[in-house]
């Protein structure tokens, strides 16, 4: 029982304290559009020691979106995607990917590995103005270290870039961490509440 201990000691020792999040990092300006990189000299933002970054997702992205899919416990993918089944079709990984026209994906990496994952599909919202529906989703085991929220922060900056004013998100109403994370965001967000979901609607300004 001692050797355990010891050996759980060694290992959370080893395991690396969560890093902050950098309080303002740069985005890119107004031209951008869904699936493009930032632009020269901007850089996408990064913790210290390049432990963590965020990028672009791309096709060649999608085999490590199908491990990352088949990692998440079923409990995550059902808040994430309202089902515990794997959606790992084609379809769905090249749209995770960010293949289809209006919408941007992101993936948060460790490593290499992705992480966290995050999109948003271009739409016109009930006021016709431009508005971004966006879904976020970390891996078990980071999550509550920031990596969603530097994910909701990076989907909202290049939203208001390609002049959206509006993010939608529809969120499980038993999903008490994301929508405490949006709360933090945009605590003037609205609200929309059904029998099992919760839709926010929060004002990019």
Known sequence: MLADAESVKRTQEREPAAPAWPAAPAWPGPSVSPGAPASPGVPWPVWSAGQVQIRRATSTDQPALRDFLTGLSVRTRYLRFFAGALPAS????????GARDG????VATRNGAIIGHAMAADTTGPDGGA???????????????????GLLRALAGRARARGATTLAMDVLAENQRVLA?????????????????????????
Do not use: N, Y
């Open 90 to 97: 084609p379809a769905m990984l090249g749209a995770l990917a």
């Open 131 to 149: 508005m971004a529906e966006i879904g976020v989703v970390v891996a078990d085991a980071w999550q509550g270290r920031g990596v969603g929220s």
């Open 103 to 106: 919408v941007d994906a992101l």
């Open 181 to 205: 994370m949006i709360a933090a965001r945009w605590p003037a967000a609205r609200h929309d509440r059904s029998a099992a979901s919760v839709t926010v609607h929060a004002r990019l300004d």
